[in-house]
Protein backbone atom coordinates (compact mmCIF):
# COMPACT_ATOMS: atom_id res chain seq x y z
CA UNK A 1 0.00 0.00 0.00
CA UNK A 2 3.13 2.32 0.57
CA UNK A 3 2.95 2.99 -3.51
CA UNK A 4 3.66 6.80 -2.44
CA UNK A 5 5.89 8.95 -5.44
CA UNK A 6 8.46 11.83 -3.80
CA UNK A 7 6.98 12.03 -0.21
CA UNK A 8 9.87 11.67 2.24
CA UNK A 9 12.79 12.80 4.29
CA UNK A 10 16.25 12.91 4.87
CA UNK A 11 19.96 12.65 6.74
CA UNK A 12 22.68 13.70 7.75
CA UNK A 13 26.00 12.91 6.14
CA UNK A 14 29.69 13.59 8.23
CA UNK A 15 30.02 16.82 6.50
CA UNK A 16 26.88 18.82 7.96
CA UNK A 17 27.02 22.57 6.01
CA UNK A 18 23.68 23.09 6.87
CA UNK A 19 22.02 24.41 10.20
CA UNK A 20 20.07 22.41 11.62
CA UNK A 21 18.06 25.29 13.34
CA UNK A 22 17.43 27.05 10.47
CA UNK A 23 14.15 28.10 10.25
CA UNK A 24 12.71 27.66 6.56
CA UNK A 25 9.92 29.91 5.10
CA UNK A 26 7.23 27.70 4.26
CA UNK A 27 4.47 30.00 4.08
CA UNK A 28 2.29 30.00 1.13
CA UNK A 29 3.40 26.28 0.28
CA UNK A 30 1.15 23.21 0.50
CA UNK A 31 3.48 20.45 2.44
CA UNK A 32 3.68 17.41 4.39
CA UNK A 33 5.42 17.00 7.45
CA UNK A 34 7.53 13.41 9.01
CA UNK A 35 8.92 13.48 11.69
CA UNK A 36 12.85 11.89 11.28
CA UNK A 37 13.36 9.42 13.97
CA UNK A 38 17.02 8.40 13.35
CA UNK A 39 19.98 9.62 11.14
CA UNK A 40 22.70 7.20 10.33
CA UNK A 41 25.32 8.93 9.22
CA UNK A 42 27.93 6.11 8.95
CA UNK A 43 25.20 3.76 6.91
CA UNK A 44 23.91 6.72 5.12
CA UNK A 45 20.39 5.76 6.44
CA UNK A 46 17.85 7.27 8.30
CA UNK A 47 14.44 6.48 9.46
CA UNK A 48 10.99 8.23 9.35
CA UNK A 49 7.28 8.11 10.64
CA UNK A 50 6.22 8.20 7.57
CA UNK A 51 1.99 8.44 6.48
CA UNK A 52 -0.42 9.01 3.48
CA UNK A 53 -3.89 9.22 3.20
CA UNK A 54 -6.43 7.01 -0.05
CA UNK A 55 -10.12 7.89 -0.61
CA UNK A 56 -11.56 4.58 -1.10
CA UNK A 57 -14.57 2.52 -1.00
CA UNK A 58 -14.98 0.85 2.29
CA UNK A 59 -17.47 -2.14 3.79
CA UNK A 60 -17.85 -0.94 7.47
CA UNK A 61 -20.96 -2.30 9.50
CA UNK A 62 -22.79 -3.83 6.81
CA UNK A 63 -22.90 -0.52 5.25
CA UNK A 64 -21.08 0.49 1.92
CA UNK A 65 -19.35 4.27 2.13
CA UNK A 66 -16.74 6.35 0.36
CA UNK A 67 -13.70 7.30 3.05
CA UNK A 68 -10.41 9.02 3.25
CA UNK A 69 -7.95 5.96 5.32
CA UNK A 70 -4.82 7.06 6.98
CA UNK A 71 -1.72 4.33 6.75
CA UNK A 72 0.87 4.90 8.59
CA UNK A 73 4.38 3.17 9.28
CA UNK A 74 8.04 3.52 10.56
CA UNK A 75 10.48 3.20 7.39
CA UNK A 76 14.03 3.39 6.86
CA UNK A 77 15.41 4.79 4.26
CA UNK A 78 19.08 4.55 2.15
CA UNK A 79 20.31 7.57 0.70
CA UNK A 80 23.37 8.99 -1.30
CA UNK A 81 24.48 12.40 -2.85
CA UNK A 82 26.78 12.17 -5.87
CA UNK A 83 27.14 14.97 -8.67
CA UNK A 84 24.80 17.65 -6.33
CA UNK A 85 22.16 14.91 -6.82
CA UNK A 86 20.03 13.60 -4.13
CA UNK A 87 18.95 9.85 -4.11
CA UNK A 88 16.10 8.48 -1.35
CA UNK A 89 15.68 4.47 -1.44
CA UNK A 90 13.37 2.25 0.54
CA UNK A 91 11.84 -1.15 -0.36
CA UNK A 92 8.26 0.37 -0.38
CA UNK A 93 8.49 4.15 -1.59
CA UNK A 94 9.74 5.83 -4.73
CA UNK A 95 11.29 8.84 -4.50
CA UNK A 96 11.95 11.17 -7.50
CA UNK A 97 15.59 11.99 -7.47
CA UNK A 98 16.55 15.66 -6.25
CA UNK A 99 18.79 18.72 -6.78
CA UNK A 100 20.73 21.15 -5.07
CA UNK A 101 24.10 23.29 -6.26
CA UNK A 102 24.82 24.45 -3.17
CA UNK A 103 23.91 20.95 -0.11
CA UNK A 104 26.80 18.96 1.05
CA UNK A 105 24.75 17.19 3.43
CA UNK A 106 21.13 15.60 2.92
CA UNK A 107 20.01 18.70 5.03
CA UNK A 108 18.57 21.58 3.13
CA UNK A 109 16.53 22.37 0.51
CA UNK A 110 16.49 20.10 -2.70
CA UNK A 111 14.44 20.70 -6.01
CA UNK A 112 12.80 18.04 -7.76
CA UNK A 113 13.31 17.07 -11.32
CA UNK A 114 10.48 15.94 -12.37
CA UNK A 115 8.34 17.86 -10.42
CA UNK A 116 8.09 21.86 -11.09
CA UNK A 117 8.25 24.42 -7.41
CA UNK A 118 8.55 21.07 -5.68
CA UNK A 119 10.78 20.52 -3.24
CA UNK A 120 12.58 18.57 -0.30
CA UNK A 121 13.17 20.69 3.03
CA UNK A 122 15.02 18.10 5.30
CA UNK A 123 16.10 19.65 8.73
CA UNK A 124 17.57 17.60 11.48
CA UNK A 125 14.14 16.23 12.85
CA UNK A 126 11.76 16.74 9.61
CA UNK A 127 11.18 15.72 6.54
CA UNK A 128 8.76 18.51 4.27
CA UNK A 129 7.15 17.74 1.08
CA UNK A 130 6.53 21.47 -0.39
CA UNK A 131 5.05 22.45 -3.13
CA UNK A 132 3.20 25.73 -4.52
CA UNK A 133 -0.17 25.77 -5.68
CA UNK A 134 -0.94 26.27 -9.58
CA UNK A 135 -2.99 29.16 -10.62
CA UNK A 136 -4.57 26.60 -13.40
CA UNK A 137 -4.48 22.91 -12.43
CA UNK A 138 -4.10 20.74 -15.61
CA UNK A 139 -7.87 19.92 -16.00
CA UNK A 140 -7.45 15.30 -16.30
CA UNK A 141 -7.70 14.39 -19.59
CA UNK A 142 -9.76 10.98 -20.08
CA UNK A 143 -8.77 9.13 -22.98
CA UNK A 144 -11.28 7.33 -25.03
CA UNK A 145 -11.35 3.23 -24.90
CA UNK A 146 -9.09 1.70 -27.04
CA UNK A 147 -10.93 -1.38 -29.01
CA UNK A 148 -8.66 -4.20 -29.74
CA UNK A 149 -9.36 -5.18 -33.62
CA UNK A 150 -10.69 -8.87 -33.83
CA UNK A 151 -11.04 -11.38 -36.70
CA UNK A 152 -14.53 -12.87 -35.12
CA UNK A 153 -14.94 -15.40 -37.61
CA UNK A 154 -11.64 -17.03 -36.64
CA UNK A 155 -11.71 -16.31 -32.85
CA UNK A 156 -12.05 -18.81 -29.66
CA UNK A 157 -14.99 -17.54 -29.11
CA UNK A 158 -16.95 -18.69 -32.01
CA UNK A 159 -15.60 -22.29 -31.15
CA UNK A 160 -17.07 -21.81 -27.93
CA UNK A 161 -20.17 -21.14 -29.87
CA UNK A 162 -20.34 -23.68 -31.82
CA UNK A 163 -19.49 -26.29 -28.99
CA UNK A 164 -22.38 -24.73 -27.37
CA UNK A 165 -24.87 -24.76 -30.06
CA UNK A 166 -24.36 -28.36 -31.01
CA UNK A 167 -22.95 -30.64 -27.85
CA UNK A 168 -25.03 -30.98 -24.77
CA UNK A 169 -23.19 -29.89 -21.92
CA UNK A 170 -20.64 -28.16 -23.31
CA UNK A 171 -21.21 -24.30 -23.32
CA UNK A 172 -18.40 -22.37 -21.70
CA UNK A 173 -17.34 -18.85 -22.58
CA UNK A 174 -14.52 -16.71 -21.63
CA UNK A 175 -14.02 -12.90 -22.66
CA UNK A 176 -10.18 -13.60 -23.32
CA UNK A 177 -11.60 -15.44 -26.34
CA UNK A 178 -13.03 -12.84 -28.62
CA UNK A 179 -9.28 -11.86 -29.52
CA UNK A 180 -8.15 -15.01 -28.78
CA UNK A 181 -7.43 -17.17 -32.17
CA UNK A 182 -9.64 -20.34 -32.19
CA UNK A 183 -8.88 -23.77 -33.91
CA UNK A 184 -9.71 -24.29 -37.56
CA UNK A 185 -12.36 -26.82 -36.75
CA UNK A 186 -15.72 -26.06 -38.91
CA UNK A 187 -15.97 -29.40 -40.27
CA UNK A 188 -16.20 -30.27 -36.82
CA UNK A 189 -19.65 -28.83 -37.03
CA UNK A 190 -22.83 -28.82 -38.70
CA UNK A 191 -21.72 -24.96 -39.32
CA UNK A 192 -23.45 -23.15 -42.08
CA UNK A 193 -21.68 -19.88 -42.46
CA UNK A 194 -23.63 -17.21 -44.21
CA UNK A 195 -22.08 -13.07 -43.63
CA UNK A 196 -19.23 -12.52 -41.49
CA UNK A 197 -17.24 -9.25 -40.78
CA UNK A 198 -14.31 -8.20 -38.46
CA UNK A 199 -17.06 -8.13 -35.33
CA UNK A 200 -20.38 -10.19 -36.32
CA UNK A 201 -21.16 -13.43 -38.19
CA UNK A 202 -24.18 -14.97 -38.81
CA UNK A 203 -24.64 -19.08 -39.56
CA UNK A 204 -27.41 -21.72 -39.64
CA UNK A 205 -27.11 -24.92 -37.51
CA UNK A 206 -29.63 -27.27 -38.32
CA UNK A 207 -32.77 -25.62 -39.01
CA UNK A 208 -31.69 -22.59 -36.69
CA UNK A 209 -30.25 -18.76 -37.30
CA UNK A 210 -27.67 -17.56 -35.31
CA UNK A 211 -26.50 -13.67 -35.55
CA UNK A 212 -23.77 -12.46 -33.52
CA UNK A 213 -22.10 -8.88 -33.13
CA UNK A 214 -19.70 -8.12 -30.75
CA UNK A 215 -20.34 -4.82 -29.57
CA UNK A 216 -16.84 -4.13 -27.53
CA UNK A 217 -13.60 -5.29 -26.97
CA UNK A 218 -11.89 -3.18 -24.71
CA UNK A 219 -8.96 -5.13 -23.28
CA UNK A 220 -7.31 -3.96 -19.77
CA UNK A 221 -3.66 -3.89 -20.60
CA UNK A 222 -4.91 -1.30 -23.34
CA UNK A 223 -7.24 0.88 -21.21
CA UNK A 224 -5.23 1.52 -17.91
CA UNK A 225 -6.32 -1.77 -16.05
CA UNK A 226 -10.67 -1.33 -17.17
CA UNK A 227 -11.42 -3.92 -19.52
CA UNK A 228 -14.98 -4.31 -20.65
CA UNK A 229 -16.21 -6.28 -23.35
CA UNK A 230 -20.04 -7.06 -25.00
CA UNK A 231 -21.76 -9.02 -27.46
CA UNK A 232 -24.69 -9.97 -28.20
CA UNK A 233 -26.67 -13.27 -30.05
CA UNK A 234 -29.92 -13.94 -31.93
CA UNK A 235 -30.94 -16.98 -31.84
CA UNK A 236 -34.43 -17.04 -34.13
CA UNK A 237 -35.88 -14.38 -32.42
CA UNK A 238 -34.80 -14.49 -28.87
CA UNK A 239 -31.62 -12.37 -28.08
CA UNK A 240 -28.90 -13.08 -25.52
CA UNK A 241 -26.61 -10.70 -24.34
CA UNK A 242 -22.80 -10.41 -23.05
CA UNK A 243 -21.38 -8.17 -20.82
CA UNK A 244 -17.60 -8.45 -18.90
CA UNK A 245 -16.43 -4.99 -16.66
CA UNK A 246 -13.91 -4.88 -14.81
CA UNK A 247 -11.79 -1.99 -13.15
CA UNK A 248 -10.73 0.19 -9.94
CA UNK A 249 -13.42 1.02 -7.56
CA UNK A 250 -14.32 4.62 -8.18
CA UNK A 251 -17.08 6.95 -6.10
CA UNK A 252 -19.45 6.54 -8.88
CA UNK A 253 -19.20 2.58 -8.45
CA UNK A 254 -19.24 2.68 -4.53
CA UNK A 255 -23.09 1.84 -4.07
CA UNK A 256 -25.02 -0.50 -2.24
CA UNK A 257 -26.38 -2.09 -5.12
CA UNK A 258 -22.89 -2.59 -6.34
CA UNK A 259 -21.72 -4.68 -3.30
CA UNK A 260 -22.15 -8.46 -5.33
CA UNK A 261 -19.66 -7.14 -7.93
CA UNK A 262 -16.81 -5.55 -5.38
CA UNK A 263 -14.13 -7.02 -4.40
CA UNK A 264 -11.71 -6.19 -1.22
CA UNK A 265 -9.16 -7.10 1.42
CA UNK A 266 -9.38 -6.83 4.87
CA UNK A 267 -7.03 -4.20 6.65
CA UNK A 268 -6.89 -6.56 10.12
CA UNK A 269 -6.89 -9.83 9.10
CA UNK A 270 -6.42 -10.59 5.77
CA UNK A 271 -6.21 -14.05 6.09
CA UNK A 272 -10.41 -14.18 7.28
CA UNK A 273 -13.12 -15.25 6.06
CA UNK A 274 -15.71 -12.26 4.79
CA UNK A 275 -18.05 -13.38 7.32
CA UNK A 276 -15.65 -13.17 9.94
CA UNK A 277 -13.84 -9.65 9.52
CA UNK A 278 -15.02 -6.78 11.89
CA UNK A 279 -13.08 -4.50 10.57
CA UNK A 280 -13.10 -2.51 7.71
CA UNK A 281 -12.99 -4.15 4.51
CA UNK A 282 -11.32 -2.16 1.38
CA UNK A 283 -12.83 -2.42 -1.81
CA UNK A 284 -10.53 -2.27 -4.75
CA UNK A 285 -11.89 -3.81 -7.78
CA UNK A 286 -15.67 -3.82 -9.61
CA UNK A 287 -16.30 -6.85 -11.74
CA UNK A 288 -19.32 -7.57 -13.56
CA UNK A 289 -19.71 -10.77 -15.20
CA UNK A 290 -22.78 -12.25 -16.99
CA UNK A 291 -21.16 -14.83 -18.32
CA UNK A 292 -23.11 -17.79 -16.54
CA UNK A 293 -26.71 -15.82 -18.03
CA UNK A 294 -25.46 -15.59 -21.07
CA UNK A 295 -24.55 -19.41 -21.35
CA UNK A 296 -27.46 -20.29 -19.98
CA UNK A 297 -29.33 -18.15 -22.58
CA UNK A 298 -27.58 -19.62 -25.98
CA UNK A 299 -27.88 -23.17 -23.92
CA UNK A 300 -32.12 -22.58 -23.63
CA UNK A 301 -32.51 -21.43 -27.03
CA UNK A 302 -30.40 -23.79 -28.78
CA UNK A 303 -31.87 -26.94 -30.39
CA UNK A 304 -30.00 -29.95 -29.11
CA UNK A 305 -29.88 -33.13 -31.68
Not at 119 to 142: L, S, V
Not at 170 to 185: A, L, R, T
Not at 242 to 269: A, H, P, Q
Request: with cysteine; glycine share 4%; charged share 25%.
Amino acid sequence: MLGATALFTACGSDDVSSNPSEAYDLEGKIYFAFPITSIDKKNHQFSMDFWFSEDACIYRDSKVLWDTLIYSANLLFDYSIENHRLALENEYVHFNPAWSEKNKSLLGVWNLDEEENVQYIITQDTFYYAGTKTENPKEEIIPEPVETPIVLGESYFMYDMYRCVQYDRICYFDQWHFSKKGPNSLHEFRIDVHDSTSNSMSFTHEGQEFFINVLHVQDDSLNNGKAYYSAITVIDQDTCFYEYTRSNVTEDLCKEENLKYLMGYSRDDEDAELEDIKGDIVMFEYMKNSIEEFQKCIYNHTKKQ
